[in-house]
Every structure is written in C-alpha cells, then in structure tokens.
C-alpha cells in the first residue's frame, strides 16, 4: 500500500511521515530525488536523495523516475526502482508529495498499487509562522515563493481520500495512524 502526504509546504508531511515510521515498523519512507542543497539536519537517502541538477536530468532521461516535477524551482521526483521494492516487500511506503506528484502517480499506478491519499491542511497565517520558524534566515522570496502555492495546492483538494486540518500533531498521526489501519484491512486483515 501507497499513502501519499500533501499539503503545502509547511503543513508539516516530513514531521508525521517521521513519527508515523518511529510508531510502526510496518511502515517506511520513499526518499525523493531532489536537485535542491540540503537544510540543515537533513541527511541524504531519509527523505531526500540530492543529486545534482545534471545527475537528476540523467534520471530523467533513462526513465529512472515514475513522475518528477519542478517545485520551488528544484527538481522533485519519485524513483522507480524504489518504490516498486518497498512495495513488493509489503510494507506500507509513505511519500510526502505535492498535488501533482499525487495526480500523477495515481495516473500511473493507481490501477495496480493501492494508494491511499491524505491531504493535509494548515491555516496560510500558521504556514507562514511554520516556514520562518523552520528556516529563521530564510529569504523573505523564497517564503512568499512557497505560500504563493497555498491557493493552487488547496484548489486540488478534491483529489484527496482524506483531508486533515493539522492543527494538533498527535491526534493527525492518531487520525492517520486510524486510516491507514482501515484502508490496510480493507485489502489484507493484518497491519
């Protein structure tokens, strides 16, 4: 099973993809590839695999990738190899995604993965809080590069199995953790 994450940047997907991994050895993560530096703490291979723009333009061309988008002005995309390995494994691959990313994939494998998806939702005040929080010298263009998103993520809610407001960390993961629990029995009794 494929839970995919979205919301906009901020809405805090990495944050319960992480807490969702530490409470279930059933579930992992799906690292995308990024052409994007690191920030701080983050370490390659956990949520990001970063490679240069020239080596993620490679990916690209010898189809290594199920979808990839320009996001932020970086590259973002999903690995094949990857993905097709942990889901055969059987475990539950979570990948925090962007609402094309989320459209794409259920384009592609919706018809022979299931896929379970979450969308995750936070005031535009509280994202902009978050996102100075998260980076205290950020570039003032590059926060209103990513709240200039807000409206356009927010218009595909309608793609989504669910939409949490994610104002309270443990209750979203206790909701998440309830879905995933459903949608899992739905197919397979054991979790």
Do not use: W
């Not at 901020?10 to 993560?29: F, M, P, Q």
């Not at 889901?87 to 995604?97: L, P, R, W």
């Not at 994202?127 to 807000?150: C, G, H, Q, S, V």
């Amino acid at each position: 099973m494929l839970v995919l994450l979205s919301g906009v940047s901020g809405a805090g997907k990495d944050t319960i993809k992480k807490e969702l991994i530490k409470r279930n050895e059933n579930i992992v993560s799906l690292p995308s590839y990024t052409d994007r530096e690191p920030r701080e703490g983050e370490v390659n291979g956990e949520v990001y695999n970063f490679v240069t723009t020239k080596e993620f333009e490679e990916l690209i061309k010898t189809d290594a990738l199920y979808e990839y988008d320009v996001h932020h002005n970086h590259y973002y995309g999903v690995p094949k190899t990857l993905l097709n390995e942990k889901i055969a494994s059987g475990k539950i691959v979570v990948k925090d995604i962007d609402v094309n990313g989320t459209e794409n994939l259920l384009k592609l494998l919706g018809n022979d993965v299931k896929i379970v998806t979450i969308f995750l939702r936070v005031p535009k005040e509280e994202l902009e809080r978050r996102l100075k929080l998260r980076t205290p010298n950020a570039d003032p263009k590059e926060i209103k590069l990513r709240l200039n998103r807000f409206d356009y993520e927010e218009s595909k809610i309608g793609i989504y199995d669910y939409v949490i407001k994610n104002n309270d960390l443990e209750k979203t993961i206790q909701i998440i953790t309830t879905i995933i629990k459903c949608e899992k029995n739905l197919t397979n009794p054991e979790f």
